[in-house]
């Protein structure tokens, strides 16, 4: 079975830009989670979605969306970029809410200059 | 405030001993507790969950400890070996209904050299 994927990998963007990020869970997974991983901070909640709705919101401003499709795969959003945006995002994906373990997909880098 | 420590930013072992990490926590009331393990450029993988009311888990060379009164957990692995290098993530979970919100400690990075 494939594992969770992101694309891109990497994405250099500048300050004041939008991006969006792309997350495919595994297969038959239905939860799928953000997380923001910078050094300082380290490993953070950003949001989960289970059957196209919001479930969970962590600490972050509006600036940070995200939306879940019907085939479970997820997008988050970021506009008016920052530079303390820059981070490695993080998508995880479990079988439904409340299923404890998560499945981490490698992530995508995202520099802004 | 809540906090979520790890004993040390980096651990140093030689091969064969046993790694023991630490995770303490304040103010927060877990339900479970998970580990996970970190490669460089990598997202984080999953190795052991513990429940609030569960002493000690083991999978293999792992093995896992829950003190909910000195709110610490410990995770140990054994006859450790160079691929076992890699950061260790702990994460508590608070929740005991439906909603599952991990809370990650910032890791430690545990270097096994030969």
Request: charged share 20%; aromatic share 10%; net charge positive.
């Amino acid at each position: 079975k494939a594992g969770v994927t992101q694309t891109p990998r990497y994405l250099i963007k500048t300050r004041g830009q939008q991006v969006t990020l792309s997350c495919s869970p595994i297969s038959g997974h239905r939860s799928v989670s953000w997380y923001q991983q910078t050094p300082g901070q380290g490993l953070q909640f950003l949001f989960e979605y289970f059957s196209e709705t919001q479930r969970n919101k962590g600490n972050f401003p509006g600036r940070f969306s995200g939306r879940q499709f019907s085939n479970s795969r997820s997008e988050m959003n970021v506009s008016t970029l920052e530079l303390g945006d820059s981070a490695l995002y993080l998508c995880a994906s479990s079988l439904a809410v409340g299923a404890r373990t998560q499945y981490f997909g490698p992530g995508t880098r995202l520099t802004v200059l | 405030s809540q906090k979520i420590e790890q004993n040390s930013e980096a651990l140093n072992i030689q091969e064969g001993k046993t790694a023991t990490l630490t995770c303490n926590y304040t103010n927060y009331s877990p339900a479970y507790l998970q580990w996970y393990r970190q490669d460089p450029g990598r997202g984080p993988v999953f190795l052991l969950l513990i429940r609030e009311n569960e002493k000690e888990k083991r999978k293999e060379r792992l093995k896992v400890t829950f003190d909910t009164t000195l709110k610490q957990s410990l995770f140990h692995i054994t006859a450790s070996q160079p691929a076992d290098s890699a950061t260790y993530l702990c994460a508590l979970d608070e929740d005991t209904g439906a909603n599952s919100k991990l809370t990650f400690g910032k890791g430690i990075t545990l270097s096994v050299r030969p």
